[in-house]
Structure formats: structure tokens, C-alpha cells
């Protein structure tokens, strides 16, 4: 079975500040990937390199057999041109810790977007499709609502809705509740629950170890722009070998 993502020594810098030091790693496809690590490790840089967000300096990053951004031919690269990223791009959602959602658009119409601008999705189409993307995540009764009336976790159950209208093969959570009171977490931790029963293709970034516990397929401890360790979510949570991961785990557990 073809790798969702496959990073081969995947290498990002910003000015002179090497930011992930030679990633590697792989997300098989229907698995819920877990990363979790400090603050300023790069695993916000790592999703965004996924989504074409930033641009990976050195190594291979790869989603569904794919070059990230990158044509092969013998051992040079040549970037895509702007409608093969674009197409690339397409088949990924990304759930930020920030919902995002447009705020002069309800919620309904946040979730039409970008069928209707993206793909051309007939608007009648689009909007029953909304709805059946917001009943399942629990908002069925908001369709009309404006980003400002909803809560954080509603709004970002809206998000994911809105990622999910793309129908992507591959869906990216950054942080997806840390931003949310505690009260609001537990809904969105069970949509996302809910995806990854489905079967959908999940690399989560998060602090929840419960979720990632429970959730997981596997999990991946970054620190300082390196893989440190990885394995079973129960495995590494449990019984972590590295003292950055039991570092880490006794600070954040
Ligand atoms: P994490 O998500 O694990 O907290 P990030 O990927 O956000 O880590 O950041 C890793 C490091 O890269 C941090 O030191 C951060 O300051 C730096 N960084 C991230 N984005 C940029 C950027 N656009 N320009 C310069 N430095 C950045
Ligand atoms: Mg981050």
C-alpha cells in the first residue's frame, strides 16, 4: 500500500535558522498520525510543508506517491507550475487552531465556499451538501449562523465541515483544540474521532494525549526539528525511551 505522506529527510530553514533537520517519516493511508512535541519544534512547519504553505529546502516530502510541489526528472526537481499545486493542494483539508471561518458568511455558506469557487460546484448541490457536512458534525441547526453567534468549538466543527466540503484524501489538524475552553474540546475531539472511523487519513497535531491515546495509529515525538521517537501511541506514551520524550510526557501528562 502506497504511503498518504512519506518525508525523506525533509529539511526546512529560515534565513540561517534550520527549522526540521531531516524529517523522516510515514502516514499509511485511513491511519490517525499523532505529533507531538514542544513549543517551536517544527511540527507546524512539517503540516505546512504538506500543504504547500512553506516549501521543503532539501529531502523528499510525498503525499499518495506524489512530489510535494516538485516534478522529478533524473535527480533534478523542477517546481510545479501554479495549477499542478493547486491541484495538489485540493485534495488536502487543514484545521488550524484558529477556526478562520470567514465572518461575514454563515456557517452554511462558509462550507459552500469553496465547492462552489474552487471546484464549480453547482450552488444548490453545494448548499445540501453543506448541510449534510454540518449534521455530521453536530451543527445541523446552524446552518445560518455567523461565525460571531457560534462558540469556538462550533466554529471549529465548522471548519472541519469546511475542509471536508473539498473532499480531501488527506485532512491536517494543527492544534485543532488548544485555542478552545475545556468544556468545548471534548465535541470536537469526538468529529474527529468520528473522521477517523470513516477511515479518513489524519496527521493531528495536538497536546491531547488522551485522544491521541485512544485515537491513534501511530505517533511521532519531535524536538528541536528532529523525529526523536515514534511507535504505538500507547507504546510511546507509556513507556518512552528517549529522556526528551519522558521530558516532555512528565511536563505535559
Ligand atoms: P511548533 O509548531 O512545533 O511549535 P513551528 O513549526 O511553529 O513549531 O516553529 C518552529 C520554529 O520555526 C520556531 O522557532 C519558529 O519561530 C520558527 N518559524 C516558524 N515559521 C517561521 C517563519 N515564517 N519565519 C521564521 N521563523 C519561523
Ligand atoms: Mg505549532
Partial sequence: MTAMVKAESVHKSF?????LKGIDLEVKQGEVFCLIGP???????????????????????????????????GDKLYELKDSEVARQRRDIGMVFQ???????????E????????????GRTQARERARELLEKVGLADKAGSYPAQLSGGQQQRVAIARALAMDPKLMLFDEPTSALD????????????????????????THEMGFAREVGDSLVF???????????????????????????????L
Fill in 15 to 19: 534565513g540561517l535558522v534550520e527549522v
Fill in 39 to 73: 513549543s517551536g519544534s517544527g511540527k507546524s512547519t512539517f503540516l505546512r510543508c504538506i500543504n504547500h504553505l512553506e516549501k521543503v529546502n532539501a529531502g523528499r516530502l510525498y503525499v499518495d506517491g506524489e512530489l510535494v510541489g516538485y516534478r522529478e526528472k
Fill in 98 to 108: 484558529r477556526f478562520n471561518l470567514f465572518p461575514h458568511m454563515t456557517a452554511a
Fill in 110 to 121: 462558509n462550507v459552500m465556499e469553496a465547492p462552489v469557487q474552487v471546484k464549480g460546484a
Fill in 182 to 205: 475545556p468544556e468545548l474540546v471534548g465535541d470536537v475531539l469526538d468529529v474527529m474521532r468520528d473522521l477517523a472511523e470513516s477511515g479518513m487519513t489524519m496527521v493531528v497535531v
Fill in 222 to 252: 519531535m524536538d528541536d526539528g528532529v523525529v526523536v521517537e515514534s511507535g504505538d501511541p500507547r507504546e510511546v506514551l507509556t513507556n518512552p525511551q528517549h529522556e526528551r520524550t519522558q521530558a516532555f510526557l512528565s511536563k505535559v
